[in-house]
């Protein structure tokens, strides 16, 4: 059992500025909060929640580089 890539890697990114920065253990707090609030915030939800609210509520531009398959959101209520 280990934690899904969806909430490593944020916690991973921060810990690693931070560590770079000198601040090893802020760097370890913030991750471990940010670890926790994620799975709070995913508990009860599916597996692709953060990928899902991140596509309906992200700008165009930003959806259309990041989610290359899909429609911009703006067009989503548009297909059939």
Not at 55 to 75: G, N
Request: with cysteine.
């Amino acid at each position: 059992m280990g934690f899904p890539a969806d909430e490593v890697i944020p916690a991973l990114i921060v810990f690693g500025v931070l560590f770079a920065a000198g601040y090893m253990l802020t760097g370890m707090l913030f991750s471990g909060v940010i670890t926790l609030g994620l799975r709070t915030i995913k508990q009860g939800q599916g597996n692709n929640f953060l990928r899902l609210t991140a596509y309906w509520f992200s700008p165009a531009s930003l959806s259309k580089s990041v989610f290359k398959h899909t429609p911009p959101p703006c067009d989503k209520y548009w297909l059939n």
